[in-house]
């Protein structure tokens, strides 16, 4: 029982990051508990006492959970209705208040909303490939196994998906303090009723994506400054409770109604003017996210 219990604690030591890793490869968050439940399931039924880096083992144990779910994924996206329906990938929340800063790191170089979009063009191997390397310096010689070939062929399936990220044009967005800085700025106005205040911040290009759900028709666009503006003054009131919270590696917020989560935001930011804005507000996926929170009424 105690030998049990030691590989209980040990494993969740690993669990956060093993939950990243899921995320960022499969751009779902219950996928991601899901690959991370499996993988303790798999230590479980294996010989601990031959397992010399723990850690090292579970990524790579991860990382084909993930693997196979991907490739799951693509042969039956064409058969689902609710997968025609354009969704956002469940958000990585944390709370932003100031406590956790290995909480902040972690997640400062967490894939975006805009980049998961670009990585699910990729090719199973060629995802697991950039994410294993790219952002969580796995060895091309570790992560070869896993996708079935050479190590050079690996680092080739690397390459690829670098050169097609490169090629989005993707904006390097500003820093954090100055992200939370914009969107204090424009939750102010907003409840303020300062119209003029609220295009200030707003790239005239602006996109608001609001996921309502599948039943509900998925996400709904509002394109340009004064349409988003004039979306915030709708949607401000007194009763919505605004904290913010990191999401998915972006300055974003909670807003929480009669202690309960209401929404989730999250906001692009560049060169000082917010671009882009993901409202969650899937009960569904609301109510998964609540239950990697702490206690928010």
Same mark, same amino acid.
């Given at each position: 029982?105690?030998?049990?219990?030691?590989?209980?604690?040990?494993?969740?030591?690993?669990?956060?990051?093993?939950?990243?890793?899921?995320?960022?490869?499969?751009?779902?968050?219950?996928?991601?508990?899901?690959?991370?439940?499996?993988?303790?399931?798999?230590?479980?039924?294996?010989?601990?006492?031959?397992?010399?880096?723990?850690?090292?083992?579970?990524?790579?144990?991860?990382?084909?959970?993930?693997?196979?779910?991907?490739?799951?994924?693509?042969?039956?996206?064409?058969?689902?209705?609710?997968?025609?329906?354009?969704?956002?990938?469940? $958000?990585?929340?944390?709370?932003?208040?100031?406590?956790?800063?290995?909480?902040?790191?972690?997640?400062?170089?967490?894939?975006?909303?805009?980049?998961?979009?670009?990585?699910?063009?990729?090719?199973?191997?060629?995802?697991?490939?950039?994410?294993?390397?790219?952002?969580?310096?796995?060895?091309?010689?570790?992560?070869?196994?896993?996708?079935?070939?050479?190590?050079?062929?690996?680092?080739?399936?690397?390459?690829?998906?670098?050169?097609?990220?490169?090629?989005?044009?993707?904006? $390097?967005?500003?820093?954090?303090?100055?992200?939370?800085?914009?969107?204090?700025?424009?939750?102010?106005?907003?409840?303020?009723?300062?119209?003029?205040?609220?295009?200030?911040?707003?790239?005239?290009?602006?996109?608001?994506?609001?996921?309502?759900?599948?039943?509900?028709?998925?996400?709904?666009?509002?394109?340009?400054?004064?349409?988003?503006?004039?979306?915030?003054?709708?949607?401000?009131? $007194?009763?919505?409770?605004?904290?913010?919270?990191?999401?998915?590696?972006?300055?974003?917020?909670?807003?929480?109604?009669?202690?309960?989560?209401?929404?989730?935001?999250?906001?692009?930011?560049?060169?000082?003017?917010?671009?882009?804005?993901?409202?969650?507000?899937?009960?569904?996926?609301?109510?998964?996210?609540?239950?990697?929170?702490?206690?928010?009424?």
């Amino acid at each position: 029982m105690n030998d049990e219990r030691s590989l209980a604690e040990r494993f969740e030591e690993h669990r956060r990051h093993l939950h990243a890793v899921a995320y960022r490869v499969l751009g779902s968050a219950s996928d991601a508990e899901d690959a991370v439940q499996e993988a303790w399931l798999r230590l479980h039924r294996s010989d601990a006492a031959d397992i010399d880096n723990l850690g090292g083992w579970l990524t790579t144990v991860v990382g084909r959970i993930a693997l196979n779910t991907l490739r799951s994924r693509s042969t039956r996206r064409e058969d689902s209705l609710d997968e025609r329906i354009e969704r956002l990938p469940d $958000p990585v929340v944390t709370l932003d208040d100031g406590s956790q800063p290995e909480d902040h790191a972690l997640l400062a170089d967490s894939v975006g909303l805009a980049l998961l979009a670009v990585l699910d063009q990729l090719s199973p191997a060629e995802r697991l490939a950039f994410v294993l390397h790219d952002l969580f310096a796995v060895p091309f010689e570790e992560i070869a196994p896993v996708v079935d070939r050479s190590a050079a062929a690996t680092r080739q399936l690397a390459s690829r998906a670098r050169r097609r990220i490169r090629g989005t044009g993707l904006s $390097p967005t500003d820093s954090a303090a100055r992200q939370r800085e914009i969107v204090d700025a424009f939750f102010a106005a907003a409840h303020g009723g300062d119209f003029s205040r609220l295009v200030s911040v707003l790239d005239p290009d602006v996109v608001l994506r609001s996921d309502l759900g599948a039943l509900r028709g998925g996400v709904v666009e509002y394109d340009g400054a004064e349409t988003v503006a004039g979306n915030a003054l709708m949607f401000a009131s $007194p009763e919505r409770v605004v904290r913010p919270a990191l999401v998915d590696g972006r300055a974003g917020v909670v807003i929480t109604v009669d202690g309960g989560l209401f929404s989730v935001m999250a906001f692009t930011v560049t060169r000082g003017r917010i671009v882009e804005i993901d409202v969650h507000a899937d009960p569904e996926q609301l109510a998964r996210v609540a239950t990697s929170l702490p206690a928010i009424g």
